[in-house]
């Protein structure tokens, strides 16, 4: 084979100049990877063969198991015939399989991307059933009807814990530095520092920070948590940059306004160098996931979905709260009576504690709680406002006297919210939502803060699996509203799954 044919059927490889036609066409000649780049790919395709051979596994086991089951169990005289049995767990493998890759549920953009992979397994476990009920129905295949009734739920089940381990092993080895994006940050120093603060503040591994190019003067080296970010110096092009980095990603936290042309040479520039150019934009602070990109007739266009508070989407919420509290609430029953006595033995008063709250468009009602105070706690509470530790008009002391000893475990474990899931019943509440404000303290919202009784107050939510007492009451009020204009059904699993694993190794809760 000549060398013209070799580079014709494999472009990647030998070098350009080898053909005597690149000589006389440098600029045709197209980008090769950097050794940064080819090494970003490469673990990119080994963490999506990593996911299709567990989603494989899975599929295949449990289909088949099912199969063997469902005819080991089968009531019929007649057996099943062998190639109906083989031919159902066979096809819906197949049809799972195709489905979980044609819906994107592996690409690498969405790996750690919260509920966005979760939602996309599920709708191609969805896509799946509608496709096999075909030939169920038609056929009468009683076969295929197990794999449906059966196979697909446990499988699904069995598709998420698999997925969420291989996202805890993602992260474990972020945690030491690897297989996350080598990034550097561009823009005014302004944009740069808020960025790195959004980075920090919610913990996101997936990108490693490796210097920040800042226009005009550079300036002291910046933070990221407890790292300091070098600061580098504009005076080359962004690819050679990012080259001579070694990173394989650029997020772009700001651009000159006047260049209406920067986004694409810069783009092009960073071909063969880098696997993706990030845009930041501060809308994505409430707007992310509503935010998506319509192309019209070669226009490009950022659409941003405006949220609705009614509607379809907030049935299922209403229906997923009820499940949820009615099966909280018998195994509630279990625990409450020891919970009950050991509240009375240490001090006196009732059991429970109502307090009333601010609810879904400014309504009050009373919220329920077990007792973790004395009788007299507010009558307490004026001489202790100047030790105040709570963040704008909340009032928290981590070492409040008022409350008990029985009190304190109960706060430390949330156990005192668990009579919540009879005002979540009730709907007075919402298993997940922003967190329920006192009449009080409603009063001093702005008109930004009010937006957070658009929904109906939670007994978890995003402020609860991110430090609760902890944060500011900026961060506070930032949670509760991005939860608010962008909740989703999958987002509210999550939260109940991750606010289980807060009530075992809490933070912030006192």
């Given at each position: 084979m000549t060398a013209r044919m070799a580079a014709r059927w494999f472009p990647g490889a030998g070098t350009a100049s080898a053909d005597p036609l690149a000589l006389l066409l440098p600029g045709a000649q197209s980008p090769r990877s950097t050794p940064t780049l080819a090494r970003r790919l490469q673990w990119e395709r080994r963490t999506r063969a990593r996911l299709g051979g567990t989603d494989a596994a899975i599929a295949g086991l449990v289909t088949v198991l099912i199969?063997?089951?469902g005819s080991g169990a089968a009531t019929t005289l007649e057996p099943a015939a062998p190639e109906r049995l083989l031919a159902a767990p066979a096809l819906a493998a197949a049809v799972w399989l195709i489905a979980l890759g044609l819906s994107h549920s592996r690409d690498a953009a969405i790996l750690c991307a919260g509920a966005t992979e979760y939602r996309r397994v599920v709708h191609a476990t969805a896509l799946t059933f509608g496709v096999l009920a075909v030939p169920c129905l038609l056929l009468d295949w009683v076969e295929l009807r197990w794999q449906l009734l059966v196979a697909l739920p446990l499988g699904l089940v069995a598709l998420l814990i698999g997925r969420w381990q291989w996202r805890r092993w993602l992260l474990s080895r972020r945690r030491e530095g690897e297989l996350a994006s080598r990034t550097l940050l561009v823009g005014d120093r302004d944009e740069v520092e808020y960025v790195l603060e959004r980075l920090s503040s919610t913990r996101d591994l997936g990108y490693h920070v490796l210097g920040a190019v800042v226009s005009g003067d550079a300036g002291d080296p910046l933070s990221l948590g407890a790292r300091r970010v070098p600061v580098l110096h504009w005076d080359e092009s962004l690819a050679a940059t990012a080259e001579r980095m070694g990173a394989d990603t650029v997020i772009l936290a700001s651009k000159p306004d006047a260049d209406p042309g920067y986004l694409t040479r810069l783009s092009r520039q960073l071909e063969g160098t880098?696997?993706?150019?990030?845009?930041?934009s501060r809308l994505t602070d409430v707007a992310g996931p509503r935010i998506s990109f319509r192309p019209v007739d070669g226009l490009p266009l950022i659409q941003v979905r405006i949220p609705t508070?009614?509607?379809?989407?907030?049935?299922?919420?209403?229906?997923?709260?009820?499940?949820?509290?009615?099966?909280a609430l018998v195994a509630i029953a279990v625990i409450a009576v020891p919970i009950a006595i050991a509240i009375r033995l240490d001090s006196p008063g009732p059991v429970l504690f109502r307090q009333q709250r601010v609810g879904r468009d400014g309504r009050t009602f009373a919220m329920l709680k077990f007792r973790t105070m004395h009788v007299d706690a507010e009558q307490q509470l004026a001489a202790l406002q100047a030790q105040n530790e709570g963040a704008g008009p909340l009032f928290k002391l981590r070492h409040d006297p008022r409350v008990t000893r029985v009190g304190r475990f109960l706060r430390k474990h949330s156990l005192d919210e668990l009579p919540q899931f009879w005002n979540a019943l009730m709907g007075d509440m919402s298993v997940v939502g922003p967190r329920p404000p006192l009449p009080g303290e409603a009063t001093t919202y702005d008109g930004t803060a009010m937006r957070r009784?658009?929904?109906?107050?939670?007994?978890?939510?995003?402020?609860?699996?991110?430090?609760?007492?902890?944060?500011?009451?900026?961060?506070?009020?930032?949670?509760?509203?991005?939860y608010v204009e962008n909740w989703s059904v999958m987002q509210d699993l999550m939260i109940i799954f991750r606010t289980a694993r807060v009530v075992v190794h809490p933070a912030g809760a006192y």
């Open positions: 199969a063997l089951s880098c696997a993706e150019l990030v845009l930041f508070f009614d509607g379809g989407k907030h049935v299922l919420k209403r229906a997923l709260d009820i499940t949820v509290a009615a099966l009784l658009y929904l109906k107050p939670g007994i978890t939510g995003l402020w609860q699996i991110s430090g609760r007492s902890d944060l500011s009451w900026e961060e506070s009020v930032r949670l509760d509203l991005r």
